[in-house]
């Protein structure tokens, strides 16, 4: 079956520019995280979605930092004025009740 | 805060050698626990997992862990690496149900032919 798909593949992006990076999970997956994974560095906890309970915000970053859930579906991270220090992959996962993760393939954003 | 740590920043193995990866956790709790590879260029796979019941799981391609409670680690193994294990492998530990992963820092291995 298809699973967690991100968009786009890759960013390039000017500093101080919004970017919106997008995950469409695994269908019935009620569990959603987003994580970046830096050159060099692990893998960083960003933010997790599970149902309709609220958010785990606890690993954004700073202010600039946001993510929404249409529907119990599909997810947007947006960064606001990007810095360089925000060139990272981001990956998305999901899984179901299980506690287990599916990854999609990460969006490189490049911020020049 | 819980945190994951994994013993090695980069392994170096020529094929055939045994491979152990160490990953220990600080949290008292029950933890589901989990490795995930990188293959170069590739995403995030689940590699094993531990929920409950028999410490020793039993993984994809060969590779197992098992999980010490009392020494709060989960390490992976495998008794003969090919060039194909050459990847990042990712420590990962669930502290309670419903709740984020944390992952380790990761290790980087290297299976040289």
């Known amino acids: 079956g298809a699973g967690v798909s991100q968009s786009p593949s890759n960013k390039v992006t000017e500093k101080g520019k919004d970017v919106e990076l997008r995950c469409d999970p695994i269908?019935?997956?009620?569990?959603l995280y987003w994580y970046r994974q830096s050159l060099g560095q692990g893998l960083e906890f960003l933010i997790y979605?599970?149902?309709?309970?609220?958010?785990?915000k606890s690993g954004l970053p700073s202010d600039r930092f946001s993510a929404e859930r249409t529907g119990g579906s599909v997810s947007t991270l947006t960064i606001q004025r990007t810095q360089q220090e925000d060139s990272a992959v981001y990956l998305c996962?999901?899984?179901?009740?299980?506690?287990?993760?599916?990854f999609g393939p990460g969006t490189r954003l490049t911020v020049l | 805060a819980q945190s994951v740590s994994q013993h090695n920043h980069h392994v170096i193995l020529s094929e055939a050698a045994s491979l152990e990866l160490g990953c220990n956790y600080s949290?008292?709790?029950?933890?589901?626990l989990f490795w995930y590879v990188q293959y170069p260029g590739q995403h995030l796979q689940l590699l094993l997992k531990?929920?409950?019941?028999?410490?020793l799981v039993k993984g994809i391609k060969g590779f197992e862990a098992e999980f010490i409670k009392s020494k709060f680690s989960f390490n992976l193994r495998k008794p003969s690496v090919q060039w194909s294990d050459t990847a990042e492998y990712f420590c990962?530990?669930?502290?309670?149900?419903?709740?984020?992963?944390?992952f380790g820092p990761g290790t980087r291995l290297s299976v040289l032919p």
């Open positions: 996962a999901s899984s179901s009740g299980a506690p287990s993760g599916s």
């Open positions: 269908s019935g997956h009620t569990a």
């Open positions: 979605f599970q149902g309709n309970s609220a958010p785990d």
């Open positions: 949290y008292g709790g029950t933890v589901n």
């Open positions: 531990y929920f409950s019941g028999d410490p």
């Open positions: 990962a530990v669930r502290m309670d149900y419903g709740q984020n992963f944390v």
